[in-house]
């Protein structure tokens, strides 16, 4: 077919061109888009951010100046932050546009790397472009906070592309795994993928040529486990093999990890091939699945089929087994083998997708270059209008993360949890709807009154509206949720110090003496209110 020759033919800036004037038309209306959701903990209420602390960066877990303990540990990632919030403070187009040129950055890699391994420049470039415009990919790109998997995933190419280079760039590969591993944990698939892409350039699976290859990959996965041993010992703030910070029927069985990553794959797919429903809270709408269904079963059945014929086919059609292995490596973080933060989000799919747009454009190209003139018109027709339509959802998606209330409301009409209720009131309170917060918040505690922070945020409305009595009856009903839910002891005490209320202090005193017996961490804060 005449394009794809000139496509082969093309220059490649000239291409690269095409494929960053692309990342610029889908994403251009993230430019506008605000920060918010964990955009407040990573970002700009992050203290370690706002003062750009490079060794809290390095030393502690993303959120522990917030106040929220989590065992993140991303200090590039921090890094990148904390500049931007020198340089411009929380103004969103500087995090968006960043988001957006990173992104830009990773499909061209992606089309040198592709290209170099198959010599084939429209697959290359075919499968670019879906990793671009695909709408699964905006929770990575349209989310500040998201820009963990754009970085890591850049970092992640560099080292696969100059493992290739000889003499000095060789030795670069390595410091790009390094800043790959420092921007997001993911990374750890890296070395399995250095592996992977020489043994298909190669177009060889015997066992002299994987002996070789193993030797050239050996250094990566010496850094990767030096790493993943650091996390699980002196970086390991919050029990790094268990996300959750507590043993669940989910983060205690390995099986029913794993069985329930199985069964959620068609879902992945379904995203991949439909991307009609875009949302966040997928986690409240996931079923855990103890025992072995058909679905698992299936998809067990035909990874083990595919990965047989791929074998079988290995020295005529190289790109089927890379593009199956890529999937399946690019998915071991995510899974379950280790219980991470969440079970399903959308933004675990930015690995792995490349595996299939490699697949879906190779298959594509065979029908456009099928001797059938009809077979190639018909193909062409849908390429363009597919890569059209994918576009169109991913500006659409990106429209819906512009700012708290248009994002939290469409999050809603999807899954319905008392976390998205909390967020919403607190946009409704920002706008200082102070009505709307309270109908909202109250929506949330009759779903599920089981969060501290909703009471809190609630008691701080009826503050500012000075119902001081109900703020109180919020505060205490905080606390009974949560014992150890701080914040409520400094409101109360201000609040009975305001009112003139001894009786009061002198409670807030001696819950907070007794918390401090049980946990010395409490201290401070008892020293805090005494001083006042």
Known sequence: MLLIEKIKQASNLYLVTFLFFITLIVYANTLVNGLFFDDEHFIYDNPSVKTLSIGDFFTKSLTSESGEISNYYRPLLFLSFGLQYQLFQDIGFIYHITSFVFHAFNGILLYFLISKIFKNKFVALLTSIFFIVHPVQTEAIAYASGFGDPLSFFFMMLSILFSFQKGKQFFLSFVFLLCALLSKEIALITPFLILLSHMTINKNLSKKIFLNTLRTAAPYFAIAILYFILRITLLNFNNTLNFYGYENEYSGNLFVRLNTFLNLLPLYFQLLLYPKDLFIERDATIQIYKSITPVSFLMISFFITFIGISIKYFKQYPLLLY????????????????????????????????????????????????????????????????????????????????????????????????????????????????????DTY?????????????????????????????????????LAINKGFYLSYIKLYTLYKNTNNTEGIKKVIKDVEELTRENKNFLALLEELKKQ
């Open 442 to 478: 109250r929506n949330g505690i009759n779903l599920s009154d089981s969060y501290a922070e909703t009471h809190y945020n609630l008691a701080n409305v009826y503050i500012t509206t000075n119902n001081v009595k109900k703020a109180e009856e919020e505060y205490k009903k905080s």
């Open 323 to 438: 593009s199956v292995c890529w999937f399946i490596m690019a998915f071991g973080p995510t899974s379950g083998i280790i219980p991470i933060n969440g079970i399903f989000y959308e933004h675990f799919l930015y690995f792995p997708s490349v595996g299939f747009f490699l697949i879906v454009s190779f298959l594509l190209n065979l029908l456009l270059t099928h001797k059938n003139s009809l077979v190639s018109i018909t193909t062409s027709l849908i390429v363009v209008t597919l890569i059209v339509l994918l576009s169109f959802r991913t500006i659409m998606r990106n429209s819906e993360w512009n700012n708290p209330i248009t994002f939290y409301k469409q999050t809603l009409t999807h899954a319905e949890t008392a976390r998205v209720y909390n967020n919403l009131a607190m946009a409704y309170s920002d706008t200082k709807d102070y009505e709307k917060a309270i």
